[in-house]
Structure formats: structure tokens, C-alpha cells
């Protein structure tokens, strides 16, 4: 790991001013007002009640099963991988309690998730990881060879992530790696191979994701600085507009190319720009000082998830 020219640990953005409870986790949700009391703590562990996080990870997915299947992919698909974008983000987000369950306390956003608080036992937590996982293994049927091994691959990446914020500034990247994992996935069940072009689409998916949870990682960069755990937010410190811009900018060159790759039709570059138009939005409202505003921010890239999808039927199914 390359160190940074300036001890990130002397980072200190100015001062947070009196925002609105940061917590991640609001009472009086559907999850109370609809579910089983014994049901909630496991519902917020999986984030079931925070789906952001899915649409992020699904819609990217989505876009790649109609990008190889050239238009509409089949339902079946759509099930299968439907389900796995919820299943492993679900899974990924507990890993991510059980590993920071006593960091968690200490932090604004998350000191009530349900281990933290005590919601859950440890021994909960991994029983209802270990159910998930068993559907995960259904899933695998419905899915060809190629597939499979892809998705034996992702795992030990999904349980790495959490770790990774203890050694390494760069967590984020470990992030965008999985989550968009089923990118790659789509192609290789729908075409039995990942071409060039669905790579780069990927890629840019990646860098994305590095500079949307970023914008999240400075939300927490003032706890995150006391407990001696790593980001992106703490590597770019008070340039994180300008690093954020650049994987940005990288992101949208790279689908660019992965469009002309694929031969995408003309409104696909259309609605490129519109992603371009939304990224340059983000980054004139992003504020170091404002962590309330960049969790809205983080969260308004579910646009961008919308119109990468808008994007991909744009260029296949849209006559021209």
C-alpha cells in the first residue's frame, strides 16, 4: 500500500456542524409497523429495510443481462439474478456487522444496528448468514458452469471487504469489485463469455462505486479517524472532490468505450450524457463540511443506476 503524502490520520475536514441524527436505522418503518417483532433485527441486518444499497447493486446487473442478451433478457434471468443481487448484498452487509460489531458503537451512523445494540447474538447473526447462503446454492442451478465458478469466486470477496478497511485505504475498491461481480455473471450465463466491452462496463461499475462510497466514507471520516480504520474519504482527505471527479470522469470514459464495443445504438450516448450531467451535479454539491448533504448524495446515485439501465435498453431495444 502506497502511503499517502500527508498522514491521513492528521486529516481533519472542518469542523461538523449540528446536523440531523445520522443514523442509518429509523424506528417506525415498515419493518415495525409490518413485520414480526423477532423478524426486524434480522431484516436490518441484511439491510432489507435500507434498500438502497440492492438498487445499487442490482441495477448495474440488470443493465448487463440486457446489454447480452442484445434486449429483453429472459424472466428467468431476471429472477435468478434478481434474487442473487439481494441475497449477496444481504450477505455482504452482515459480514460486515459480525467484523465490526465492536466498532460499530462507537460510530454515529450505525451504533443501533442490531448486533451493536444487542438486538442479535454473534451465533444469530451466523446461522441467518448461513440460511442465505444455502439459497445462494439453489440459485446456482438455475445457472450454467461458467457461471457457477464466477460465483464460487465472488464469496471470499464479499467476506475480505470488511476486514479490508483495517490495512488498507482502498476498501472501496474491494467493494466495487463484488458488488458489481454480477456484471460479469450476466454475460457469462447469457453468451457463455464476457467480452472485452462487458469487462470495461464492469470496470467503469467499479470506479463508480469507488467514488459514490466515498462520498458515504466521509459521513463517518470523523469516527472512522478516532478508531483508526481506513478509506478512500481518509486517502483523498480535503481533495476529495477532486479524486471523486477523476474516478467520475474514468467511469463514464469507460462506458463510453464498453458502448462503442458493443455497438450500442446512438440514444445510449444520450443518455451517457445525462449520467455525466448527474456526476457533475453531485460534485457541485458535495461538501467536505456536510455530511448529512453527502449522505443524500450517496443515495441520489440510485438515479445513476436507473439511467445506466435506461442506457442499456436505450442502446439494444430502442429502434433507430
Not at 29 to 49: Q, T
Not at 131 to 147: G, R
Request: net charge positive; hydrophobic share 50%; charged share 15%.
Amino acid at each position: 500500500m502506497t502511503s499517502p503524502s500527508k498522514d491521513p490520520r492528521t486529516f481533519s475536514p472542518d469542523k461538523a456542524p449540528d446536523v440531523p441524527d445520522l443514523s442509518d436505522m429509523r424506528p417506525d418503518d415498515w419493518v415495525d409497523r409490518w413485520l414480526p417483532k423477532s423478524w426486524g433485527p434480522y431484516m436490518r441486518l441484511c439491510r432489507l429495510d435500507r434498500p438502497v444499497g440492492t438498487w445499487l447493486t442490482l441495477l448495474p446487473c440488470l443493465a448487463a443481462l440486457v446489454q447480452a442478451a442484445d434486449g429483453w433478457p429472459t424472466l428467468l434471468r431476471l429472477v435468478v439474478f434478481s434474487l442473487g443481487a439481494l441475497l449477496m448484498r444481504g450477505i455482504g452487509c452482515c459480514f460486515n456487522d459480525i467484523f465490526d460489531r465492536n466498532f460499530d458503537k462507537q460510530v454515529e451512523r450505525t451504533r443501533f444496528r442490531p448486533l451493536t445494540s444487542g438486538q442479535l447474538t454473534l451465533r444469530q447473526a451466523l446461522w441467518f448468514v448461513f440460511a442465505q447462503l444455502c439459497v445462494c446454492a439453489l440459485l446456482l442451478l438455475f445457472i450454467n458452469e461458467y457461471s457457477r465458478w464466477l460465483a464460487v469466486a465472488l464469496l471470499p470477496i464479499v467476506i475480505v471487504y470488511p476486514l479490508c478497511k483495517r490495512f488498507t485505504y482502498w476498501p472501496q475498491v474491494v467493494l466495487g469489485i463484488g458488488f458489481n461481480w454480477g456484471m460479469l455473471m450476466a454475460w457469462s450465463d447469457t453468451r457463455d463469455i464476457v467480452p472485452p466491452g462487458a469487462i470495461a462496463m464492469w470496470a467503469g461499475a467499479v470506479l463508480w462505486q469507488v467514488g459514490y462510497d466515498s462520498i458515504y466514507a466521509y459521513v463517518d471520516v470523523h469516527d472512522d479517524l478516532k478508531l483508526g480504520l481506513h478509506s478512500t474519504a481518509m486517502r483523498f482527505r480535503e481533495k476529495g472532490r477532486a479524486w471523486i471527479s477523476g474516478f467520475y470522469i474514468a467511469t463514464l470514459a469507460l462506458w463510453v468505450y464498453a458502448g462503442a464495443a458493443m455497438q450500442m445504438n446512438w440514444p445510449y450516448y444520450v443518455v451517457m450524457a445525462a449520467i455525466g450531467a448527474h456526476f457533475t451535479w453531485q460534485m457541485a454539491v458535495f461538501s467536505l463540511a456536510r455530511p448529512d448533504r453527502n449522505f443524500m448524495l450517496f443515495r441520489a446515485n440510485m438515479a445513476v443506476g436507473v439511467m445506466l439501465l435506461a442506457a442499456a435498453l436505450a442502446g439494444t431495444v430502442i429502434p433507430v
